[in-house]
């Protein structure tokens, strides 16, 4: 089967632009999720989707990141302005049931390295 | 507060030892534990799921001890090989979160 799908694999964008990052999960898969590595510091969560409705947003920094999952397909995330401390690696996951717990886990993409400049 | 604590130093062994990695929890009551493996450039790898209910668990050449009392969880790679070499994180849910939580992970190099 196919894995998790994540676009752009890189890109530069200028302090104050938008950037879209789309996360393909696996098919099936329920539950959809965005975690951040900024440098040097550990992987944090963003958010968690089940199907379209966001179940836990409790981890998105501020007002200027907006995720949406389409008809509980494919996810973006969009940061809009973006600003220097925005920059990091953005991970998407997906898992058949909560948490992974069912014992496959989280199933990630390879990420997205977003650098503003 | 609530932290996972990881070795941050890395882990140098020579091939064919076993590798002992540790993963200390506060705050946290975990149902469960995880263990994944992230080489460069790529996303974190699932590697095993161990259940508080569970002492230990094996896959292969990768061992996972869960330890509730203590808060710790170790994972063992045993004749550890060079192609072992990637940096391991732990992660947890449990105490009402519908989310894993990761560690900072241990970079481990096994060398020839």
Known sequence: EAGVTQFPSHSVIEKGQTVTLRCDPISGHDNLYWYRRVMGKEIKFLLHFVKESKQDESGMPNNRFLAERTGGTYSTLKVQPAELEDSGVYFCASSQDLSGQGGYGYTFGSGTRLTVV | ?112
Do not use: M
């Not at chain 2, 030892?17 to 540790?22: F, G, P, S, V």
């Open chain 2, 1 to 112: 507060s609530q932290k996972i604590e990881q070795n941050s130093e890395a882990l140098n062994i020579q091939e064919g030892k076993t590798a002992t990695l540790t993963c200390n929890y506060t705050n946290y009551s975990p149902a469960y534990l995880q263990w994944y493996r992230q080489d460069p450039g790529r996303g974190p790898v699932f590697l095993l799921l161990i259940r508080e209910n569970e002492k230990e668990k094996r896959k292969e050449r990768l061992k996972v001890t869960f330890d509730t009392t203590l808060k710790q969880s170790l994972f063992h790679i045993t004749a550890s090989q060079p192609a072992d070499s990637a940096t391991y994180l732990c992660a947890l849910v449990g105490g009402g979160y519908n989310k894993l939580i990761f560690g900072a992970g241990t970079r481990l190099a096994v060398h020839p």
